[in-house]
């Protein structure tokens, strides 16, 4: 069974950059058709997505965050990375990683339990 | 960006009822439709992918329908442990776009 786990600070200051990273346990991150996606949720709001990676290092980002964002893959420590660069108040929220069935509808399966990050000084 | 659009935002029903939830896409999506399922304080947990197809380990209660732009997640007798938010999402096209939720309570 896999699991992904999201680890990084929880507290970022104002225009500094936000960098998170999902463990993935159980499977190897590089077995099967699937790619690793990075989503997020402001506190009692809906879901955006931010960018997926797949193993050979193709990335998608969302237009509207594509000049902050960069995911990056180590398959060797089984980890994804996010990076969001210039943080603002509106980058406050709940980040999720998952894991996305490249081989199917594009689904996402598994997901991470989430982890806060505030953007405050 | 393909916009999705849930209705209603929130119902109540009682335990047994028949619950229906809709989602349009703001484009031809084909199938590559999937509905989530949050509750609260948890990260969502997928119920259904390419519009019809149950999750392994979903409940058959639940199923799903549509194609092209028009979508619905049925709940066929609704149980307390449903009492939880329900996002759509489009996987035709990047960005992955979500609607904006349909939150199901027990009257």
């Known amino acids: 069974q896999v699991q992904l786990q999201e680890s990084g600070p929880g507290l970022v200051k104002p225009s500094q950059t936000l960098s998170l990273t999902c463990t993935v346990s159980g499977g190897s991150i590089s077995s099967g058709d699937y790619y690793w996606s990075w989503i997020r949720q402001p506190a009692g709001k809906g879901l955006e997505s931010i960018g997926r990676i797949y193993t050979s290092g193709s990335t998608n980002y969302n237009p509207s965050l594509k000049s902050r964002v960069t995911i990056t893959v180590d398959t060797s420590k089984n980890q994804f990375s996010l990076k969001l660069t210039s943080v603002t108040a509106t980058d406050t929220a709940i980040y999720y990683c998952?894991?996305?069935?490249?081989?199917?509808?594009?689904?996402?399966?598994?997901w991470g339990q989430g982890t806060l990050v505030t953007v405050s000084s | 960006d393909v916009q999705m659009t849930q209705s209603p935002s929130s119902l109540s029903a009682s335990v047994g009822d028949r619950v229906t939830i809709t989602c349009r896409a703001s484009q031809s999506i084909t199938h590559y439709l999937n509905w989530y399922q949050q509750k609260a304080g948890k990260a969502p947990k997928l119920l259904i992918y390419a519009a019809s197809n149950l999750q392994s380990g979903v409940p058959s209660r639940f199923s799903g329908s549509g194609s092209g732009t028009d979508f619905i997640l049925t709940i066929s007798s609704l149980q307390l442990e449903d009492v939880a938010t329900y996002y759509c999402?489009?996987?035709?096209?990047?960005?992955?776009?979500f609607g904006g939720g349909t939150k199901v309570e027990i009257k």
């Open positions: 999402q489009q996987s035709f096209t990047i960005p992955l776009t």
């Open positions: 998952a894991r996305g069935r490249g081989y199917s509808g594009e689904e996402l399966d598994c």
